[in-house]
């Protein structure tokens, strides 16, 4: 039994499977999560490794390189990175999209396992770090109140952040900033010396007096009791009161007697601001597969709530929150799917003049996309800029095969037959028709799929909810059509509502025939226009330029500052006092976040502050639609106010560092081994790219070299003493940045014990030498009796790729998206560098993506077409009649550039989506023309009377199938908020491209019709 046949015999059955989609559908859209973008596991694994007082050089050489050797022999690895800086080294390891990052991340462990013998023993262990864009904050606050600072970050660690972490879907809460509590033994070096003290032996003497130990247990008659040492500090007198040894005369040395021990904070080396006041940071990470923007509900919601209890000491100042844009831009996409809808509804009434009709083809729209929620859920999809605008690019589309069926119907109708027959022959008659037509749209959106790298992530929710749209559409036009039609068309129709529109189209269609008639008998001259106006379209892509992903306009932006190398935190924080105050004076921007050096995470995420002489500024910006400036022209008006700072370096981070990334729109790598080299041609190559128009933002990778005091310790001598390297710098360490010597309890609370010397004893190289060692043979040593100090200069860091040296000169772009043309004026320029033997350079970044990108879509493309041959060959029983009908997408090419061009849209992946969709549209108009073209032929109908029949005959349903797709996506065209970067494009490729192939689909694929078919005109 066919489908509509079954349909219309069993309608009750019809209409309960259409509400139990309906229902499952809405249960199943109210359990889709809402992302911004398609979840995306970047397929990189970190491997840390600290070496506390190692230099970059020491740490390239003695673990960077061993690592990246033992693990380059792993699977599926597509480029090795790394950074060697002062006391870290970080190698990230960046897989082939697609890999099992568990298996790999274990791989990487095995390796290192295997060379962990060869590396220094004082090393911390090596932690492999899988990157998941899900630990990237959610949310984050500046905290401010009347607390001291300590009082605060307490309240923050043991009751806040306690309360968030409760909320269902946090994954976490970090807290940075306030005062945090420390004992301090503040060691006085001249008393330490009289006594004959090593400052080692008051931590050795600290850990050994405080301590709690199980000693068994012990009976009393019938009772058994645990036994233990109970020696742990009770309070600050223990500690001073902890003997250090006998002096001469007999008499106890205790820690008072030589240092001071005081309730103090822990030494920051960064400051935090908030709108110019000192402040707290808290940042709210969630769970992995969580929803973002419902975690960020949960969490505004808490912190509310929080703010009650605590309304008169703390405030809290929202700096960014992920759930805002997701709001936006899915509300936004949502907005423009209802509206196409409602606009393509009411261009099909105003065509049919009949609400019966309208109301059988309007109920495609609904049916599809909520039967499509349900395809969506059972794929794992999220509701996302992407799969919401899939649906909206694919709304107009939903109609076509309802409008084939409901004109069959009618035809049927008018034959006399009635209501229940019609609607089963109507339908089955075009049953295979549509079906092929849905597929040959369908059969574009397969290679999307198979599309590999963050491109093939990003289309294959849109590629995949097109597709599942459609084929709803194809089984509602197959059988709820049916049933409406069945149930609402009158039988005593005399003429089709189709028809009665057809008084609409008469002038034109007359138009259209003479048009026809001539271009018939000018194939020529028709061709060679028609070729002109192709290969003319194409040449303005050189004008359209290229890019990657357009900008969008976030709702806040950071800035990156990197003072010269040297630059102490004082004068790094005056620089930035200047720029907050130039933030908060721009319109737009509503409140400012301030970073000032290192935080201790620093090293986690290279975007942040990794020394002193670094900082962050964030500000928060208004919505869209309230503020005078979009946020390129904020960040602009920003640049030009900016104080000039000879050798300081600012950048604003674009939306990939922002969402855990690091690309910039141009990369220049240059390749080479000698640091020195490559620093003088980064510093040429920076002056190069920095004289080309619209490039900003300016900086590379390689630093000034920054000053070192080297210990330089006399092995021989030190032996003499008995004194190893390890000794000596132990020693110093504590000496200088001080020793954890253990844990003071008391109320709950655990705080370090940190012993150093007081500030006045290790400022200076004479302060340093003096410090004394203490020997095993009973005697302690002064440093300058077996170590030198001698300055030098030492590299910041040292980056490799691929264990080659590396340096990257970056830049961003600003005034214009041609990226393309940009990279193509800053290769003129960078290959006027003259580059020694043995080195080279290579181009990374978004340039690098969007050529990955443009090769893949390319691809897809390509097979998308094959496919779509393919399918239409099966449906002509022909291999050549096909081809005319692939000539609609060249035509629809010339569409394409012109839109681009007159709205000032760069060709990007957006853009290129846009195109590959529009491919498996307009060959539908081409399907319909020659295969009624056929019909007719079979029909004997004259072969040169065929091809003004059937273009007189399909130019309204042709018109009217295009219209109603247009107007489907005319909202997303003219959309302006949040997401309409990604959008805009999208839906302008397709109505640009619809257009131009629809108007010579009418007119050129007749002409090359009769060329293929050999169909010759008297006035040819």
């Known amino acids: 039994m066919r489908i509509p046949d079954f349909a219309v015999n069993r309608k009750v059955t019809v209409l309960m499977m259409m509400a139990a989609i309906i229902l499952f559908g809405l249960m199943a859209l109210s359990r889709l ?17 600290t070496y506390d007082g190692a230099s970059p050089e020491d740490i390239e050489e003695t673990i960077t390189r061993p690592i990246e050797q033992s693990i380059a022999t792993v699977s599926g690895i597509n480029t090795i990175t790394s950074q060697s800086m002062e006391n870290h080294s970080v190698v990230m390891v960046e897989f082939d999209w697609g890999t099992n990052l568990d298996f790999a991340a274990q791989d990487l462990r095995d390796m290192i396992d295997q060379v962990a013998g060869y590396l220094p023993r004082e090393i911390s262990r090596p932690v492999v770090f899988k990157f998941d864009i899900s630990m990237i904050p959610v949310i984050s606050y500046a905290i401010t109140g009347s607390m001291d600072g300590y009082q605060l970050r307490k309240t923050l660690d043991d009751e806040i952040s306690m309360r968030l972490e409760q909320v269902e879907g946090v994954a976490s809460v970090q807290i940075m900033g306030g005062e945090e509590r420390e004992i301090q033994i ?13 400052v080692n032996d008051i931590t050795s003497m600290l850990a050994a007096n405080n301590i709690n130990m199980p000693a068994g247990h012990i009976r009393d008659r019938k009772d058994e009791f645990l036994l233990r040492t109970v020696a742990q500090f009770q309070s600050m007198q223990d500690i001073e009161n902890t003997p250090l040894k006998k002096g001469g005369d007999g008499q106890t040395i205790y820690i008072k007697d030589v240092a001071r021990v005081r309730d103090g904070y822990v030494d920051k080396r960064y400051k935090l601001r908030a709108n110019q006041q000192a402040t707290a940071y808290m940042m709210v990470s969630k769970e992995s597969g969580a929803n973002t923007l419902t975690v960020s509900r949960r969490i505004k919601e808490e912190v509310e709530r929080i703010h009650l209890d605590y309304v008169d000491t703390i405030d809290f100042n929202e700096v960014m929150d992920l759930g805002f844009p997701i709001q936006q831009v899915t509300s936004g996409a949502a907005s423009n799917l209802l509206v196409g809808g409602l606009l393509a509804i009411i261009i099909m009434f105003l065509f049919l003049r009949n609400w019966r009709p309208t109301f059988a083809i309007s109920i495609a729209i609904p049916v599809s996309v909520v039967a499509t929620f349900l395809s969506m859920y059972i794929a794992n999809f999220s509701l996302n800029l992407m799969t919401i605008g899939g649906l909206a690019l694919g709304v107009g589309m939903l109609v076509d095969n309802a409008i084939v069926v409901i004109e069959n119907i009618y035809r049927h109708l008018e034959m006399g037959k009635s209501k229940i027959n019609a609607a089963k022959e109507g339908a089955s008659e075009v049953g295979m028709a549509i079906t092929a037509s849905t597929l040959t749209t369908i059969a574009v959106f397969l290679p999307m799929v198979f599309s590999e790298g963050m491109t093939g992530i990003l289309v294959k929710g849109l590629a995949l909810t097109v597709a599942f749209s459609l084929f709803c559409s194809l089984f509602v036009a197959l059988t709820v059509v049916p049933v409406v039609a069945s149930l609402t068309f009158k039988q005593t129709s005399k003429t089709s509502p189709i028809d009665k529109s057809k008084y609409l189209f008469e002038r034109l269609k007359r138009r259209y025939l003479k048009s026809l008639t001539w271009v018939l008998h000018h194939k020529t001259i028709t061709l060679v226009v028609v070729a002109v106006a192709f290969f003319g379209s194409l040449g303005l892509l050189a004008v359209i330029g290229t890019d990657f992903m357009p900008d969008g306009d976030p709702p806040f932006m950071m800035l990156n500052i990197n003072m010269p190398v040297g630059t102490t935190l004082e004068e790094t924080d005056a620089t930035v006092q200047q720029v907050e105050e130039i933030f908060l004076n721009t319109p737009g921007i509503i409140s400012v976040m301030a970073i ?20 962050q500024v964030i500000g928060t910006l208004q919505e869209m639609r309230h503020r005078p400036l979009t946020a390129s022209q904020i960040r602009n008006s920003i640049r030009e106010r900016l104080p000039k700072i000879d050798g300081a370096e600012v950048r604003f981070l674009g939306d990939a560092d922002m969402m855990g990334g690091a690309a910039n729109p141009i990369e220049i790598k240059i390749f080479g081994r000698d640091l020195d080299i490559l620093r003088n041609l980064a510093f040429q190559t920076e002056e190069k790219v920095a004289g080309v128009e619209n490039i900003v933002d300016v900086t590379n990778s390689i630093r000034d070299a920054k000053d070192e005091a080297h210990i330089i310790i006399d092995k021989e001598k030190a032996f003499e003493y008995g004194l190893t390297t390890a000794q000596i710098a132990t020693t110093l360490s504590t000496a200088t940045i001080g020793s954890i010597a253990g844990i003071y309890r008391a109320q709950g609370e655990e705080v370090d014990i940190r012993v150093r010397f007081d500030e006045m004893f290790r400022q200076y190289e004479d302060d340093i030498l003096n410090i004394e060692i203490s020997s095993p043979m009973g005697f302690n040593v002064p440093l300058r009796q077996i170590a030198t100090i001698e300055y030098a200069e030492g590299p910041v860091s040292i980056s490799r790729e691929n264990q080659t040296r590396v340096v990257t000169v970056t830049a961003s772009i600003e005034g214009t998206r041609d990226i393309g043309g940009k990279v193509r004026e800053v290769q003129t320029e960078v290959n006027k560098v003259a580059l020694p033997t043995g080195y080279h350079t290579s181009y990374g970044g978004t340039f690098q993506d969007m050529q990955e990108a443009f090769q893949t879509l390319g691809l897809a493309l390509a097979l998308a077409i094959v496919l779509v041959y393919l399918v239409m060959a099966s449906q002509f029983e022909s291999l050549k009649q096909p081809f005319i009908v692939m000539f609609t997408i060249p035509l629809a090419a010339i569409g394409v550039m012109l839109a681009l061009f007159l709205s000032g849209t760069t060709l990007s992946v957006a853009s290129f989506v846009g195109g590959i969709i529009l491919a498996g549209i307009v ?24 091809l003004l029949k059937a273009g007189s005959d399909r130019m309204r349903p042709v018109m009217i199938t295009a219209l109603t797709t247009i107007m489907g996506m005319l909202p997303m065209a003219l959309s302006t908020g949040e997401g309409a970067e990604i959008k805009v494009p999208m839906a302008l490729t397709v109505i640009g491209g619809l257009i131009s192939a629809t108007f010579f689909t009418l007119l050129v694929i007749p002409v090359i019709y009769s060329v293929l078919e050999k169909i010759k005109y008297n006035d040819e």
Do not use: Y
Request: no cysteine; glycine share 6%.
């Open 33 to 49: 999560g809402l992302e911004l973008l398609p979840d995306m596991d970047f397929p990189v694994i970190s491997i840390i490794t």
């Open 186 to 198: 503040v060691v006085d070096k001249n008393k330490l010396d009289f006594h004959n003290i090593a």
């Open 596 to 615: 000032i050096g290192p935080m201790s995470e620093a090293v986690m995420d290279p975007t942040n502050p990794q020394d002193v002489n670094e900082a």
């Open 923 to 946: 060959v539908n108009n081409g399907i319909v023309l020659v295969d009624h073209t056929n019909q007719l032929r079979r029909g004997g109908v004259e072969k040169h009377d065929a």
